[in-house]
Every structure is written in structure tokens, then in C-alpha cells.
């Protein structure tokens, strides 16, 4: 009898033990990736709590509401998982410059109910300028249409360093990204295209002032 009973309550610990842990894991998981598709490691409480330090550094984050910074981080973590990130000419990637990378990319993409950029799949962060010998040129980023984004580390610190010279080296690349795909055939929220063609039309006559030097930028 006093086995059956040991057995029994063997039983019903494992019961528990599995439901807590199914909580946990679906609560972790539905925080992180905000959808059904699978991502590529378990992140926990504290790892979320590191990467909100992290991002004390950009203004864009801590200026939104509490609500806002959890939609922020989110996003951040699930578009960090879903990429690769590798380091060249000797740099090597850390986890704060993959979560200040994906930060950029969820500041650019914030109001858009998509935001992983699927098209992209490897981040190459470069110390700093670095050669391209397709282009043969020396560059501070880049984006490719076989899914590449590149870019100078150095050169993307630099973008946030100072909120008001309009130069930010994340955003820019991410922006190619963003009509990359979007010219591929990705509408984003179902008007992003037409308003991105208006956009075109509005703004080409200031862009071209800007390329000949008749106003500055």
C-alpha cells in the first residue's frame, strides 16, 4: 500500500512539474516570438531583463511607454533569433551588438505589424570600414538582394551616438532592406507599398537638389 501511494505521488509531482514548465515555456515563448513560428534558442527572464539594459543607450526605447518597451523588446529578440550574425576581419560578435543590431532593425520597423525582414538572413559586422571586392569600393554597410546585410560596427555606434546629425548607419541599411523586399513583393501592411511609391514621387525633385548640392541635407 505504502508503495502504491509513493508511486502516486511520484505521479502526481511529475503532473505538476510538467505544467508549470509548459506554462513557462509557452509564457517565454509567446513573449519572445509573439506568433507560432518557432525560434532558434530558449531565452530567459534574466536575458530579457539584460537586453532592456542594453538598449538604455538608444533614446528611441526609452522614450515609450512601459507597454511600448515590452512590444520593443520583443520584437528585438525575435528578429535577433531568427538571424545569423557573423563577425569579419577579426571582430568577434558578442551579444550586445546583436541585440543593438535587431534594436535597429525594430526601431525601423516599429509601426509595421511585420518586422523580421524574412528576405535577410546573415548580419556581417565588419570593426569598421571594410572592402567590398564586388563593389571595389571601401564601405560602411551594406545590403544585398541574396539576403546580406553588412555593416561597420564602428560606423553603427557612431550612428547613435549623436540623435541629431541625421546619420545612422543601422537604420540606413535596414532601410534598404525594408524596400528590398518590399519591392519583391512584400506589401507589410497592406498600403506600406503605395505609400512607399508616393513617398518616391513626393520627395525626388528634394532628392535630386540634395545630389547636386543645391540644399543641403
Given at each position: 500500500?505504502?508503495?502504491?501511494?509513493?508511486?502516486?505521488?511520484?505521479?502526481?509531482?511529475?503532473?505538476?512539474?510538467?505544467?508549470?514548465?509548459?506554462?513557462?515555456?509557452?509564457?517565454?515563448?509567446?513573449?519572445?516570438?509573439?506568433?507560432?513560428?518557432?525560434?532558434?534558442?530558449?531565452?530567459?527572464?534574466?536575458?530579457?531583463?539584460?537586453?532592456?539594459?542594453?538598449?538604455?543607450?538608444?533614446?528611441?526605447?526609452?522614450?515609450?511607454?512601459?507597454?511600448?518597451?515590452?512590444?520593443?523588446?520583443?520584437?528585438?529578440?525575435?528578429?535577433?533569433?531568427?538571424?545569423?550574425?557573423?563577425?569579419?576581419?577579426?571582430?568577434?560578435?558578442?551579444?550586445?551588438?546583436?541585440?543593438?543590431?535587431?534594436?535597429?532593425?525594430?526601431?525601423?520597423?516599429?509601426?509595421?505589424?511585420?518586422?523580421?525582414?524574412?528576405?535577410?538572413?546573415?548580419?556581417?559586422?565588419?570593426?569598421?570600414?571594410?572592402?567590398?571586392?564586388?563593389?571595389?569600393?571601401?564601405?560602411?554597410?551594406?545590403?544585398?538582394?541574396?539576403?546580406?546585410?553588412?555593416?561597420?560596427?564602428?560606423?553603427?555606434?557612431?550612428?547613435?551616438?549623436?540623435?541629431?546629425?541625421?546619420?545612422?548607419?543601422?537604420?540606413?541599411?535596414?532601410?534598404?532592406?525594408?524596400?528590398?523586399?518590399?519591392?519583391?513583393?512584400?506589401?507589410?501592411?497592406?498600403?506600406?507599398?503605395?505609400?512607399?511609391?508616393?513617398?518616391?514621387?513626393?520627395?525626388?525633385?528634394?532628392?535630386?537638389?540634395?545630389?547636386?548640392?543645391?540644399?543641403?541635407f
Amino acid at each position: 500500500m505504502e508503495v502504491v501511494v509513493g508511486i502516486f505521488v511520484i505521479l502526481c509531482f511529475m503532473v505538476i512539474l510538467f505544467l508549470i514548465m509548459n506554462t513557462v515555456g509557452t509564457f517565454l515563448f509567446k513573449m519572445i516570438s509573439g506568433s507560432g513560428e518557432p525560434v532558434k534558442a530558449s531565452i530567459t527572464t534574466e536575458d530579457v531583463q539584460r537586453f532592456a539594459m542594453m538598449l538604455d543607450r538608444f533614446a528611441y526605447f526609452k522614450n515609450l511607454s512601459n507597454e511600448g518597451k515590452k512590444k520593443f523588446l520583443q520584437r528585438t529578440v525575435d528578429f535577433m533569433l531568427s538571424k545569423d550574425f557573423d563577425g569579419r576581419d577579426g571582430l568577434q560578435v558578442t551579444e550586445e551588438m546583436k541585440v543593438l543590431v535587431s534594436a535597429a532593425a525594430a526601431q525601423l520597423l516599429f509601426g509595421l505589424p511585420q518586422y523580421r525582414l524574412s528576405s535577410f538572413y546573415n548580419i556581417r559586422i565588419f570593426p569598421s570600414i571594410f572592402y567590398s571586392r564586388l563593389m571595389n569600393v571601401h564601405m560602411k554597410g551594406g545590403t544585398t538582394r541574396g539576403g546580406v546585410i553588412m555593416l561597420s560596427w564602428k560606423d553603427f555606434l557612431a550612428g547613435y551616438a549623436d540623435g541629431s546629425d541625421k546619420l545612422n548607419l543601422g537604420l540606413h541599411e535596414f532601410g534598404h532592406a525594408l524596400r528590398i523586399e518590399v519591392e519583391g513583393g512584400d506589401d507589410y501592411s497592406g498600403a506600406f507599398a503605395t505609400y512607399m511609391e508616393n513617398w518616391d514621387l513626393i520627395s525626388r525633385e528634394t532628392f535630386l537638389q540634395v545630389q547636386h548640392d543645391q540644399i543641403p541635407f
